[in-house]
């Protein structure tokens, strides 16, 4: 049996062990199983544990898990980054540019 030559959208390898990304949803992770059937060649990835087309994804460096962690907030930061969304949005509701049928 020989071995499947895959490639994602930008035509480079992909392999077990490579790190994807796939672009519509957001989702990364690795390939642990290629494979190809009368519809093309597909990529197992681990984090979903669903198959995708291998033209569909794109090679990726794998970034820490530190790195695409949730950032944890104190209440004061989030309370001064709520005071500056404020300095943008308009305090007082102007009427002057609804119309109305009649």
Not at 9 to 38: C, F, H, K
Not at 39 to 59: F, P, Q, R, S
């Amino acid at each position: 049996m020989s071995e499947i030559k895959a490639f994602d959208l930008a035509g480079s390898p992909v392999m077990v062990g490579s790190n994807v990304l796939y672009s519509a949803t957001g989702t990364r992770g690795t390939v642990t199983e290629i494979m190809s059937d009368e519809d093309g060649i597909w990529a197992l990835v681990d984090k979903t544990n669903l198959y995708y087309k291998t033209e569909v994804l794109k090679t990726i460096e794998k970034k820490d898990e530190k790195e695409l962690s949730e950032k944890q907030f104190t209440r004061d930061e989030v309370n001064q980054a709520l005071e500056k969304q404020k300095e943008f949005v308009p305090t007082e509701m102007d009427h002057s540019n609804v119309e109305s049928g009649g």
